[in-house]
């Protein structure tokens, strides 16, 4: 992974509990915690937040909390899933009967996007895309929009795949960077390529190689890009995984290693920074818990909110640490 080397300013424990009284300007934001990821797109988290049963979501001085989940990882992925002619290939050439380099793919992301996936959200482009004579052409919009539940829907346009054209890998991983640029939500978003051929479809041509353009494409994405590669082309797909800092490839029996691999990085990506429930009332009170143990307000392993008012932001020991609790809450004009 490409972590950048950012200082690292670490002040184990954390203090005496306090709440935050906020006054009509609200508190600057010191955060001190775990590095980001090195790239331009490092995430804010982008939580399960949910209203208390006491909370008041009016804004009118009411008590408001919410709930942080720390156990289930948040993350938007991108499939881009080949269907070029060679995805026909036989698995084995003496055996028809034990499916293509396709429908070996298409279990394979059934079971990369189930039940292992608790929290992500799957969005799907195939590339090239569909249409007559379309061998190189690879449009922007997603055939599966980034979506909680995306499984059955990604499997239906699965299942109603045809095969044709060459693979234009480049331009896939183009429109998919630019669609999840798109994508405001502040969750970490990742490329899962599934594929079986070399890139090509260089200057439009389905003959032509693209592998160097590939490489160039992933490396400047500023995104983890996976790779799940079937067929004879590791070595090339090992490279393109490395380009998108992830290593190497992962094989179609290795779906649950990549599932892991997913859901570890996504909750290493955490930023410590956290929505508030709602808007803040001047005099109102912010107080945050950590495992339902207070956090000081200001101080070096506590929180402070960040500048425009609309986040918590964990401080020193209480972020570096945050992969070993379970929960956040945060309270705006509570008692307590």
Not at 60 to 86: F, H, K, N, W
Request: contains cysteine; aromatic residues 6%.
């Amino acid at each position: 992974m490409r972590f950048s080397s950012k200082s690292l300013t670490l002040l184990i424990g954390v203090g005496v509990a306090a709440a935050c009284e906020v006054p009509t300007t609200h508190l600057p934001a010191t955060h001190q915690g775990i590095p980001d990821a090195g790239r331009t797109d490092a995430p804010t988290v982008s939580p399960d937040v949910r209203r208390d049963s006491s909370g008041d979501s009016s804004g009118d001085g009411g008590c408001q909390q919410s709930y942080i989940d720390l156990t289930v990882p948040d993350a938007d992925i991108m499939l881009l899933v080949e269907r070029s002619s060679a995805m026909n290939t036989l698995n084995d050439p003496a055996c028809d009967s034990c499916g293509t380099y396709f429908t070996t793919l298409v279990e394979a992301v059934k079971t990369l996007t189930g039940a292992g996936s608790i929290n992500f959200r799957w969005g799907l482009k195939l590339f090239p895309s569909l249409g007559d004579g379309d061998a190189c052409l690879v449009s922007s919009a997603p055939e599966v929009p980034l979506a909680a539940d995306a499984s059955a829907a990604i499997a239906s346009v699965l299942a109603a795949t045809t095969l044709q054209g060459g693979a234009p890998t480049t331009m896939a991983v183009r429109q998919a960077v630019s669609y999840l640029a798109s994508v405001q939500n502040g969750a970490p978003k990742f490329i899962v390529l599934a594929t079986s051929s070399a890139p090509s479809c260089a200057l439009g041509d389905p003959s032509q190689d693209d592998f160097s353009a590939t490489v160039t494409e992933v490396s400047r994405s500023f995104r983890f890009v996976f790779v799940l590669g079937l067929g004879p082309e590791q070595v090339k797909f090992d490279r393109i995984a490395a380009a998108g800092s992830t290593v190497s490839t992962y094989s179609a029996d290795r779906v649950p290693y990549l599932q892991k691999a997913l859901q570890g990085l996504a909750m290493t990506l955490t930023n410590c920074n956290y929505p508030l429930p709602g808007p803040v009332l001047p005099g109102q009170m912010v107080s945050v818990l950590l495992d339902n143990t207070p956090l000081p307000s200001g101080a070096p392993n506590g929180f402070v909110l960040s500048p425009d008012g609309t986040q918590v932001i964990l401080q020193g020991g209480a972020c570096y640490y945050i992969g070993t609790h379970s929960s956040v809450t945060i309270k705006v004009g509570c008692d307590g």
